[in-house]
């Protein structure tokens, strides 16, 4: 029987046990056991597929996976300590020393740092595409380019890509896509879809909702993500249990949370187009938006991340940020609670100029995390920082 989104985010569930319980309990074990030597060797030989260590797979950590993978259309995945671990696992699993990645120019601060500081030194070459230049982009491949990354909506910019044009390429040149999906979530995007080969998520975000525990997860073909499971069962970025339970608990409201998310933040970005004190606002179902027709036919809605530039610079960006009072000042997001960030100042404060104009970084953005909290609570406070 097919199952809609919010039925299996809630029904897909581990084995019961003997004891029957509606509740998926927790399996806080570190191992497993066996009956005899024989069930032993085909476990570990693969002939009898079973849990043998919670490195390699847990019944919790397994219940996440599932549910993320029904939710994305994925054949399979992999679950991580976080969502860089997602990140940096998946990267090192693909690449080889001499390999390229062609990346869209704004990406996390994090996997920009892998890209520019860490790649280099196995000599692993990263450049990146303008992503107001598309139509450069196939002239940007090399024969060594292993794969496209991206993410729509990117961070923090909310700028668009459209994913059908980037796995067009990508098929033509015989490369992986990659996408980063965490600003989406599955319940707004689904890029396997759409031609992905790879998703990539931070479960800390809205997967979790509420700013509890970190997890991430890359799901894809069964194929692609063997690679990612043997390299991640040996070097250890596996998530734990406890955090793959609350994730999967998490999962079970993602639909009702993100809607509610989305239904806030639409608000909130038509308030701050029409402020005085705001130069520009970027959010991807407002029409304003230089790829709002993108948007509307890979997204069921707009996710959660408004963008936009106060007057006064670097100093009007940290007057502003000095001047919330309800909303949280924090470099997370996807929280039940408001998060207000000015990047310029906190976590691109070191990237270099030329790097932050390419992903859309002013000295006067930022970038708000809409919440699930009254929606005049959350404008009253912009208000009244905006008139700081």
């Not at 570190?30 to 002939?47: P, Q």
């Amino acid at each position: 029987m097919s199952k809609k989104f919010e039925t299996s985010a809630i029904r897909t569930q581990s084995e019961t046990t003997q004891f029957s319980e509606h509740s998926v309990p927790l399996y806080l074990t570190s191992g497993f056991v066996f009956d005899d030597s024989e069930e032993m060797r085909a476990s570990f030989a693969e002939e009898k597929q079973r849990d043998l260590y919670s490195r390699y797979s847990n019944p919790n950590v397994n219940e996440f996976v599932d549910k993320v993978c029904a939710m994305e259309g994925a054949e399979a995945g992999f679950a991580f300590a976080s969502g860089m671990a997602a990140v940096f696992s998946t990267f090192a699993t693909l690449l080889n020393a001499g390999d390229h990645v062609l990346s869209c120019s704004s990406v996390f601060g994090a996997t920009h740092g892998l890209f520019t500081k860490y790649f280099p030194k196995w000599n692993i070459e990263c450049s990146y595409f303008n992503i107001n230049e598309v139509d450069a982009i196939e002239g940007l491949i090399q024969p060594n380019t292993k794969f496209i990354y991206a993410e729509t909506p990117t961070n923090p910019g909310v700028d668009i890509l459209d994913l059908e044009f980037l796995s067009a390429i990508c098929k033509k040149h015989n490369i992986l896509l990659v996408v980063d999906n965490c600003f989406a979530t599955p319940y707004l995007q689904n890029p396997i879809k759409l031609g992905a080969d790879l998703v990539i998520h931070s479960a800390t975000k809205l997967m979790d909702g509420q700013g509890r525990v970190l997890g991430g997860i890359t799901v894809g073909s069964k194929e692609l993500i063997r690679e990612i499971y043997l390299f991640s069962r040996l070097t250890g970025p596996s998530l734990s249990p406890f955090n793959a339970w609350v994730l999967s608990k998490s999962l079970e409201t993602l639909a009702l949370r993100v809607e509610k998310h989305c239904d806030n933040a639409i608000k909130i970005a038509t308030f701050l187009e029409a402020h005085p004190k705001v130069t520009w606002v970027k959010y991807p179902f407002l029409k304003s938006h230089p790829k709002y027709d993108i948007a509307k036919k890979q997204m069921r809605l707009g996710g959660n991340i408004v963008a936009f530039e106060v007057e006064g610079g670097l100093k009007g960006g940290k007057c502003f940020f000095d001047s919330v009072k309800m909303c949280s000042l924090s470099a997370n997001l996807g929280d039940t609670r408001t998060i207000v960030t000015h990047p310029a100042s906190t976590t691109h404060a070191k990237v270099e100029p030329e790097v932050k104009r390419a992903a859309g970084i002013t000295d006067g953005m930022v970038r708000i995390s809409v919440g699930l909290e009254h929606v005049d609570d959350i404008i009253q406070d912009l208000e009244q920082a905006l008139r700081s």
